[in-house]
């Protein structure tokens, strides 16, 4: 079998041409929606991920703002900052971008960013809603992958889905969504044992562990959906995600790429949620 390609750079443009839609129909009524983005240090990569972000912005018609700070700034002036952009009429959606240096308690500066506005989901309370099945403002990457999997056609009811990663950024609300939408979930971590035993019997893999080529085509049921969510940069420059996509194109029916697979939806879902939060701030 050689798999399909979801193409997520497809899926991601005709969502964001409906976005522009919706920014259009929010400016006439006198709302302009706003992305504020905070970005502390100097990681390379952050500095790309809110380049591209604020890229999809203004390709939208949202507004957006960089706010920077460098790597040794204290956590104080960050929490000041988030405060006054909760209270800022013209912004809707806060991200603040991580990993963060290592004195800054992430936790608790993400805790700090408003409800209406986490257009990360990363706040507690909007966490807990996707546990509830309310959600509100759920994180980018697992919602981009849900939309994918909906556009695409792919059944999740009753299937077996596996989830490699247990992160509160992607494994964690992805395994919450799926169950949500009434799949039969397993979430496998770096420790996990007999890991092989798990991923045989996945109907749909999604994999988001930070690791190149961590899953091959022989860890695969034959016709398995694979959705790779790693983005990682080889020592010559290449990006790659966590599948051996060689191998793995042999076994699943449907697989995504790196790049042009699930990040372009990670995008468009930030986009998606800004308008979301402005929507509901209007309406109020
Ligand atoms: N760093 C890696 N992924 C993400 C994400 O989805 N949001 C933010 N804010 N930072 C990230």
């Known amino acids: 079998m ?19 839609q919706r920014v259009q129909a929010l400016v006439a009524r006198g709302v302009r929606p706003g992305l504020a983005a905070i970005l502390i240090g100097d990681n390379p990569a952050s500095e ?4 591209n972000k604020t890229r999809a912005c203004a390709e939208a018609g949202v507004h957006s703002e960089l706010h920077r700070f460098g790597a040794g700034c204290p956590e104080r002036e960050v ?24 004195q800054l308690d992430a936790e608790h500066i993400l805790q700090t960013v ?47 889905a596996v989830v490699l990663g247990r992160s509160v950024i992607v494994g964690k609300p992805m395994a919450l969504m799926l169950i949500a939408r009434g799949a039969t979930v397993t979430v496998c971590n770096s420790k996990t044992r007999d890991l092989r035993e798990h991923t045989l019997r996945a109907d749909i893999l999604i994999a988001a562990v930070g690791r190149p ?3 091959d085509g022989s860890m695969l049921k034959s016709g398995a959906v694979v959705i790779d969510v790693g983005i990682n940069r080889l020592p010559g420059g290449k990006l790659t995600g966590d599948v051996d996509f060689a191998s ?33 701030i209007a309406a109020v």
Not at 5 to 18: K, T
Not at 79 to 102: C, F, K
Not at 137 to 155: D, N, Q
Request: net charge positive.
């Open 2 to 20: 050689t798999a399909r390609i979801i193409d997520g750079s497809a899926i991601a443009s005709e969502i964001r041409a409906g976005l522009k």
């Open 48 to 51: 790309v991920y809110v380049r």
């Open 79 to 102: 929490i000041e900052l988030i405060s006054r952009l909760n209270a800022d009429a013209a912004i809707h959606g806060i991200l603040v971008q991580l990993p963060l240096p290592p």
């Open 114 to 160: 408003a409800a209406g506005k986490d257009v990360d989901g990363f706040n507690w309370s909007n966490l807990g809603a996707i546990v509830a099945g309310h959600p509100r403002l759920v994180p980018c990457t697992p919602l981009g992958i849900m939309t994918m999997l909906e556009r695409e056609g792919i059944a999740v009811e009753g299937r077996n």
């Open 213 to 215: 080529g961590f899953v």
């Open 248 to 280: 793995a194109s042999q076994a699943a029916s449907r697989i995504t790429p790196v790049p042009g697979g699930v990040g372009r939806m990670t995008i468009a879902m930030l986009i998606a949620n800004t308008v979301t939060a402005a929507e509901r």
